[in-house]
């Protein structure tokens, strides 16, 4: 059972590089997030999506953007890389939404800015 | 808006003591809570969550939380810690009219022998 499959598991990036963090599912759960970790500041939500065709802003979406054409996938392209954006990021997916169900989450994505 | 706060960075317990882990939210309705765990270099893990019903709720490893309305509380307990429950611990919270989970800042657990 893959679960949550977030790749690539490190990246170093230049400022002003771009890149797409990838994320997949294999549960068919509708609902999938994208959050950033940061030391002491928990986890922010930065996009989710409810279902195929259809994303929303989370708390911190700037200088990110998200597509959702598949179920099973939810990548998070990063256009111009900035030292602010050096995180781990974290994807999650969760059946029917996230009140009662619980949110299962990939192993994270470990992104540096230099 | 919903909030929750964890107001220890760490807490320190010693193998076969309990533990208790804290966390008070805020919502404007009755709340989801939650509990994860997180361990090194690893995702998220679901730990237990209250909806309704019992104000104490069981999960994964022996952990346990009770919810308390009054106080807006919902802290994580373990009758006797084990050194491999040494982790990062996150409450989250949900109003029934949100569409996200609001997550603490987390509280890192050591158990030491």
């Known amino acids: 059972n893959a679960g949550v499959t977030q790749t690539p598991k490190f990246r170093i990036l230049k400022i002003g590089q771009s890149m797409t963090l990838q994320c997949a599912q294999d549960m068919n759960h509708n609902y999938m997030y994208w959050y950033r970790q940061d030391p002491g500041m928990g986890l922010k939500l930065i996009y989710y999506s409810v279902g195929a065709g259809i994303t929303d802003k989370g708390e911190v979406p700037n200088g990110y953007n998200v597509s959702r054409s598949t179920t099973e996938d939810f990548p998070l392209r990063l256009e111009l890389a900035a030292p602010s954006q050096t995180s781990v990021y974290f994807c999650?997916?969760?059946?029917?939404?996230?009140?009662?169900?619980?949110?299962?989450f990939g192993a994270g994505t470990r992104l540096s800015v230099l | 808006a919903q909030s929750v706060a964890q107001p220890e960075d760490q807490v320190n317990v010693a193998e076969g003591n309990p533990l208790t882990v804290k966390c008070t939210y805020s919502v404007s309705g009755n709340p989801y809570l939650f509990w994860y765990v997180q361990y090194p270099n690893r995702g998220l893990q679901f730990l237990l969550k209250y909806i309704t019903g019992d104000n104490l709720v069981k999960g994964s490893y022996g952990f346990e939380a009770e919810f308390n309305k009054s106080q807006t509380s919902f802290h994580l307990k373990k009758p006797s810690a084990l050194v491999s429950d040494s982790a990062l611990y996150f409450c989250a919270v949900r109003d029934p009219t949100a569409s996200k989970l609001t997550f603490g800042t987390g509280t890192r657990l050591q158990v030491t022998l």
């Open positions: 999650a997916s969760s059946l029917q939404g996230s009140s009662k169900n619980i949110q299962y």
